[in-house]
Structures are given as structure tokens and as C-alpha cells.
């Protein structure tokens, strides 16, 4: 089955302790990109990647990390997390590629909920 | 500033009832997509529109991209409880880079 895996679903951190969200995709996709969704902003992109080893800020990246040596994972690091990235976290993929991007579905995780104290 | 401005922010409709929602930006859309979702769950994909003049539909939701690909309305047939929901427009915006933007949702409530 075509998905994106993201864990963990649920975590309750406290400031400034180290945490990595995951996402791995199993459909060969070269475009990926990280979301966070907050009550009245909307979904605002973190990070997105065209391909492995390229990668990009999007609207929110500050107190963000991301890598992507491999094509299918993608990963969401937060070195010194703070209470005001608590949030809902979205993992995507699509077939776009830098010469058509833009076209193809956006296939989304099921989303993680981060609490930081 | 948004890229993608979403209106009406919220819409509370009787069931029955037919609804549109917009989604607008200044400059050309590439890939614009409409997704729902429950609020705090996943988002669902609805549709895709790519070329200007495109309609699409599914079931009792149709979406249009403007011959401008600047703007997209999707509208609902005769709503249902089940239309409730967020709505949430996204799309590369020409010059991004390839950045995908969202609107901010439209809050849909559909009363029995």
C-alpha cells in the first residue's frame, strides 16, 4: 500500500531535549516536504526536499533540521525544543520532480502531535 | 503575506444547501489542490487542477481553476452533514521554487 509513515504519532517532550520525527515514504518519491498546523495559521511548510541531498527552507524552518540522505526518509529534527513549537505535524510526498514540479498528488502522513513543556 | 488567500474564513450552511468556497493568489498557480479534514486528523485528498479552465468533480464537489490559474472555487451540491469539515487549498506559486503554499482552511459546518 502507497503510504507516508510518520512516528512517533503522539509526544510529550520537555524543552530543550532532543527529538527527531520520522517520515519514510514507500512510493519513490523524489519531493518531500515537513508542515506544521496551528488553530488560525493554517499549514505552514517547514522544510521541503526536491531530491536527496537538497533541501530548502519554507515559510517556518528557525529551531528546525532536516536531512535527506536517502530518498525514501525524511526526517524532522528539533535540537533544543520550545513550548511555541507545540504543534501538529505533517509529513508529504509526491511524484513532482524539479523538471515538472507542481504536477501529481500530495500524499500526506497521518500527522504527529507534539507537546513541548 | 499569504500567498493563497482562502474565503470565507468559516460558512455554516443548512444541509441541503449549495456552498462555495474560494481560494486566491496574485500570481499563476502551478498544481492547485483541494484536500479536506477533520480538524486535528489527516488531510484528504479531493482534487487536482493544473490547467486553466480545468473542472473537476467528485461526488457532489466540483473545483475549477480560473483561465488564469490565479484563483480556484470549489463548490458543494445539496451539502450533507458529512461535508463538514476544513478545506484547505494548496499550490506551488510560480517563482516559489517549488515551495507549496496552503490557504489558511475554510471551516465548514453543515447543520442538520
Known amino acids: 500500500e502507497a503510504q507516508v509513515t510518520q512516528n512517533p504519532r503522539y509526544l510529550i517532550t520537555v524543552t530543550g531535549k532532543k527529538l527527531t520525527v520520522t517520515c519514510s515514504q514507500n512510493m519513490n518519491h523524489e519531493y518531500m516536504s515537513w508542515y506544521r498546523q496551528d488553530p488560525g495559521l493554517g499549514l505552514r511548510q517547514i522544510y521541503y526536499s526536491m531530491n536527496v541531498e537538497v533541501t530548502d527552507k519554507g515559510d517556518v524552518p528557525e529551531g528546525y533540521k532536516v536531512s535527506r540522505k536517502e530518498k525514501r526518509n525524511f526526517p524532522l529534527i528539533l535540537e533544543s525544543p520550545s513550548p511555541n513549537q507545540t504543534s501538529l505535524y505533517f509529513c508529504?510526498?509526491?511524484?513532482?520532480?524539479?523538471?515538472?514540479?507542481?504536477?501529481?498528488?500530495?500524499?500526506f502522513g497521518e500527522g504527529s502531535r507534539l507537546t513541548v513543556l | 503575506s499569504q500567498e493563497l488567500e482562502q474565503s470565507p474564513q468559516s460558512l455554516i450552511v443548512q444541509e441541503g444547501k449549495n456552498l462555495t468556497i474560494n481560494c486566491t493568489s496574485s500570481k499563476t498557480l502551478y498544481g492547485l489542490y483541494w484536500y479536506k479534514q477533520k480538524y486535528g486528523e489527516g488531510l484528504i485528498f479531493l482534487m487536482m487542477?493544473?490547467?486553466?479552465?480545468e473542472e473537476k468533480s467528485h461526488e457532489k464537489i466540483t473545483a475549477k481553476l480560473d483561465e488564469k490559474k490565479q484563483q480556484s472555487s470549489l463548490h458543494i451540491t445539496a451539502s450533507q452533514p458529512s461535508h463538514a469539515g476544513i478545506y484547505l487549498c494548496?499550490?506551488?506559486?510560480?517563482?516559489?521554487?517549488?515551495?507549496?503554499?496552503f490557504g489558511k482552511g475554510t471551516l465548514l459546518t453543515v447543520n442538520p
Open positions: 508529504a510526498s509526491s511524484p513532482w520532480t524539479s523538471g515538472r514540479g507542481g504536477t501529481g498528488e500530495l500524499f
Open positions: 494548496g499550490a506551488v506559486v510560480r517563482g516559489s521554487n517549488y515551495k507549496l503554499t
Open positions: 487542477l493544473q490547467k486553466g479552465g
